[in-house]
């Protein structure tokens, strides 16, 4: 079972940050990843990025804003 490091709620967008407790003494994998539930054509799933990985795309959505959908008024209030 995946260690929450904030503790947070796990919801379907939010970005929950877990240990990884399975990890080889010695391994060069991560300690920890970033776990987001996502939801396409009404299949759930997970997806895990590394912090790299995180970072370089909230960079690449910087850089490109014209193409990063707008959330309209009433997602913004109850969201």
């Known amino acids: 079972m995946a260690e929450i490091i904030n503790k947070e709620k796990v919801k379907k ?7 990884n407790t399975k990890r080889p003494k010695f391994s060069n994998a991560n ?4 776990v987001i ?3 396409q054509s009404g299949q759930e799933f ?4 590394t912090e790299k990985e ?3 795309a909230a960079y690449r959505a910087m850089q490109n804003p014209e193409d990063v959908p707008k959330k ?3 997602t913004e209030i109850f969201d």
């Open 31 to 34: 300690s920890a990843y970033h």
């Open 72 to 74: 309209g008024f009433l």
């Open 54 to 56: 995180l970072e370089r």
């Open 46 to 49: 997970p997806i895990m990025l």
């Open 13 to 19: 967008g939010h970005i929950i940050k877990v240990w």
């Open 37 to 39: 539930h996502c939801q």
